[in-house]
T-cell receptor, first 110, second 115 residues
Framework: SQQGEEDPQALSIQEGENATMNCSYKTSINNLQWYRQNSGRGLVHLILIRSNEREKHSGRLRVTLDTSKKSSSLLITASRAADTASYFCATPNTGNQFYFGTGTSLTVIP | DAGVIQSPRHEVTEMGQEVTLRCKPISGHNSLFWYRQTMMRGLELLIYFNNNVPIDDSGMPEDRFSAKMPNASFSTLKIQPSEPRDSAVYFC?????????????FGPGTRLTVT
């Protein structure tokens, strides 16, 4: 299976702190994506990083990718209560399928 | 654009009944995906279509599940007969697939409860 696995499964932090979550995958990829899911909602695309990139930024988000270790990390800086959600990594296969990980549930305490 | 539209948002039905979930993808997208999400199994891909043609339905759990995409703007997922273990949130997603580097846009989901 090419399914990504996020770590930790759950994370609770104070508002203003940074949140880091990790994703490991099993096979070669050409890109990796991170999605957010608020409670009761569908997933929303956050950021895409290509296999030849090592780091990418988007606002308060920073994503790193280490293809040699088959892992990625998502850092949310200066967290806010509104960042409370589940975060998933997704690894597309060579076709048109996405494999989503099991997700990290982030709680930001005001 | 209104995004991916799913209906109904909530469905409660009795075991043995037929359930039909509907999805309208984003206009212009050529790929459509049906997912199921449960606490136990996470997010599972059931089936996906490319240009209205089913490409991979290996995730469809049983013959009780069927999906159609009669045109580029509409898809249905049908469960007949439904069972309590089918209770889950079903998501539809669409994307523009041109080979690589694409993202998926998810609908709000249909929460199905089978009693």
């Amino acid at each position: 299976s090419q399914q990504g696995e996020e770590d930790p499964q759950a994370l609770s932090i104070q508002e203003g702190e940074n949140a880091t979550m990790n994703c490991s995958y099993k096979t070669s990829i050409n890109n990796l994506q991170w999605y957010r899911q608020n409670s009761g909602r569908g997933l929303v695309h956050l950021i895409l990083i290509r296999s030849n990139e090592r780091e990418k930024h988007s606002g308060r988000l920073r994503v790193t990718l280490d293809t040699s270790k088959k892992s990625s990390s998502l850092l949310i800086t200066a967290s806010r209560a509104a960042d409370t959600a589940s975060y998933f990594c997704a690894t597309p296969n060579t076709g048109n399928q996405f494999y989503f990980g099991t997700g990290t549930s982030l709680t930001v305490i005001p | 654009d209104a995004g991916v539209i799913q209906s109904p948002r909530h469905e409660v039905t009795e075991m043995g009944q037929e359930v039909t979930l509907r999805c309208k993808p984003i206009s212009g997208h050529n790929s459509l995906f049906w997912y199921r999400q449960t606490m136990m199994r996470g997010l599972e891909l059931l089936i996906y279509f490319n240009n209205n043609v089913p490409i991979d339905d290996s995730g469809m759990p049983e013959d009780r599940f069927s999906a159609k995409m009669p045109n580029a703007s509409f898809s249905t997922l049908k469960i007949q007969p439904s069972e309590p273990r089918d209770s889950a949130v079903y998501f539809c997603a669409s994307s523009w697939f041109s080979g690589t580097l694409y993202e998926q846009y998810f609908g709000p989901g249909t929460r199905l409860t089978v009693t």
